[in-house]
């Protein structure tokens, strides 16, 4: 009994002090780790090695996961180069058997852990944000090293009573056959596999074997057929997760469990001759160390295989789950919410695409060849407030907080453009009055500028080549384009003016009639408040909301209030 709870112990430390540390560490990340994996990711290759990094840093492929699903579902990372992060991440998460294997059983530091476990949670509960989850993280190391001294105590408990010929023989082991090794082979992989379904954390099941490898309760085949068990294991995780999820997370996650099935089929065939390769080895090279170094290796050959052919994998996971959802479901997936940065960042790119549709049909409507139609707009353009209004956590840094400012204010003008579209009394062609028709041209000019560079931004989610990064990037032509639009608002707002005075006085010598003056005055004053909104979301949408002599300044939420307020 005492064997049986000093292991459940040994695995409930391990498992909280990794939960602890990987918390820690992703605070500590904050948004650069979505800015790392968007950026790193132009291809699979590049993605598979800053995803396995990441990982390794902050001891978590479920973050990286997740972060992957949230680029993807936003359209700022394509498909394939979501899977190659996907599969760097499973590289990177083998770093935690090699803490095991070289100092985890090998050292015991349950002394030294205790004060280590305080110093860290005073730092968690007393400091500042970055410095609590520096203590998080130091805690949570300090709390995986106690589980691990008292799971390798438990495991030398279970060696007494248990021994490798108590278990299944594996394929490769000296005198067993063909028949029997491979009956023995599957069995423990289904162990394994079983471990970590039960663990969830195939990290904290490597452990326990590498352990009891340790401690003499298993041999070298039998743990690295545990291993290859646990590895399979870690899908379970994530096809829990995907239910009930969008079509990317479930995409991502059909695509994780074939990796880890191919893999485990590639490690099948070849385990005879691993398992006489690391006999070979066994003489100048510890188990443990073996262990290790089998799981990290059992991990990259699968990335190997698949890297090469990441596109034709993905056509055909594609394929097995075809997506249902239109392109604005997949943008607005919940899965996105968990990142503000990627979620304020869907929503501007959902923006500037209802931009540029209302925009181009504001511009036929007033050519005459359409009338406008923007009921669709105004029902998208809700989804995104009720999208924005759901973010888990606020943005972390002053800059997110400023992009999210600026987002918002593009929203809102997008809004209201769509708004003064939808009531349907939105004037045609201008004629005769020259005031008439140059208020129609400035509004033309305003609309086509903002349908330009709404379109801009909407290009950058459909770039296949390389990643669609996170940021302004605005152009010389899109800076020429908002120019343009400012300065058609601009001209417009001060004609509308002096046309109101104008077509007044026309009513008193009988050349208008008040009814027809009141028409004219309306119209325009709808086309100024259509350039106006237009030039005021494209604006805000590439972050020149307000901007002083440097163009490419995004200046303080209150010198933006104070711009509104004076009009």
């Known amino acids: 009994m005492s064997t049986a709870i000093a292991i459940l112990g040994g695995v409930g430390l391990f498992l909280l ?11 500590l990340a904050g948004s650069s780790l979505r800015t790392v994996l968007a950026k790193a990711a132009a291809t699979p290759l590049s993605g598979a090695f800053w995803g396995a990094v990441v990982t390794l840093l902050v001891q978590s492929s479920s973050a990286v996961t997740m972060t992957t699903i949230g680029l993807v579902s936003a359209g700022l990372l394509t498909f394939p180069q979501g899977l190659g992060l996907v599969f760097g991440a499973n590289v990177g998460t083998t770093g935690t058997g090699w803490l095991v294997a070289l100092i985890g059983v090998r050292v015991s530091l349950s002394a030294y852990a205790l004060p280590m476990i305080f110093v860290g949670a ?51 082991a000296p005198g067993v056959g063909w028949g029997a090794g491979m009956v023995g082979l599957v069995t423990l992989i289904v162990v394994g596999l079983a471990m970590t379904a039960v663990m969830q954390s195939s990290t904290a099941a490597i452990a326990v074997t590498i352990s009891a490898f340790y401690a003499g309760a298993v041999s070298l085949e039998q743990g690295a057929a545990l291993i290859v068990g646990q590895n399979i294991g870690t899908a379970t995780s994530s096809a829990l997760a995907a239910i009930g999820a969008g079509t990317t997370a479930k995409r991502l996650a059909l695509a994780y469990i074939l990796f880890k099935v191919i893999a485990a089929l590639i490690a099948v ?29 059992y991990n990259v050959v699968g990335v190997a295989v698949l890297l090469p052919a990441t596109r034709w994998f993905a056509r055909i996971v594609e394929r097995l789950l075809p997506s249902e959802q239109t392109a604005l479901e997949r943008a607005l997936d919940p899965s ?52 924005l209004s759901e973010l888990k956590e606020p943005p972390e840094t002053e800059a997110e907080r400023l ?4 987002t918002l204010h593009a929203l809102d003008h997008a809004s209201r453009l769509a708004e003064v579209v939808a009531d349907g009394r939105l004037p045609g062609p201008a004629t005769g ?37 996170i940021g302004w990037n605005v152009s010389s032509e899109v800076a020429a384009a908002l120019a343009e639009a400012e300065g058609a608002a601009r001209e417009l707002d001060a004609l509308q003016r002096d046309h109101r005075a104008a077509t007044l006085a026309l009513v008193a010598p009988g050349k208008l009639t008040a009814a027809e003056a009141f028409a004219r005055i309306d119209a325009v004053r709808r086309l100024d408040r259509i350039a106006h909104h237009a030039w005021r979301a494209t604006a805000h949408l590439l972050g020149r909301g307000t901007c002083d002599d440097d163009p490419g300044w995004l200046l303080s939420i209150s010198e933006e209030r104070k711009r509104q307020e004076r009009g």
């Open 269 to 297: 065939v070849v385990f005879p001759f691993t398992a006489a390769l690391m006999r070979n080895l066994a003489a100048s090279v510890d188990g443990m160390t073996l262990l290790a170094a089998y799981h990290t290796a």
């Open 403 to 406: 992009r999210m400012t600026s």
């Open 433 to 469: 009055v020259p005031h008439d028709v140059r208020a129609a041209e400035l509004c033309a000019q305003a609309i086509g500028a903002a349908q330009a560079v709404g379109r801009s931004i909407t290009s950058e989610a459909a770039l296949s080549a390389k990643a669609a990064p």
């Open 336 to 387: 996105v919410l968990a990142s503000p940065v990627t979620a304020v960042e869907t929503a501007r790119r959902v923006v500037a695409d209802v931009l540029a549709v209302t925009a181009a049909s504001v511009s036929a409507a007033l050519s005459g060849r359409g009338s406008p139609a923007a009921q669709a707009a105004v029902a998208t353009l809700e989804e995104v407030w009720n999208f």
């Open 17 to 27: 002090g990794m939960t602890v540390m990987t918390d820690g560490l992703k605070a």
């Open 122 to 172: 005073l730092a968690k509960l007393l400091g500042g944000r970055r410095i609590a989850a520096a203590g998080g993280a130091f805690a949570g190391f300090a709390l995986v090293l106690y589980g691990l001294t008292t799971l390798q105590q438990g495991m030398g408990g279970l060696a007494e009573s248990l021994h490798p010929s108590d278990l299944p023989a594996t394929l490769g």
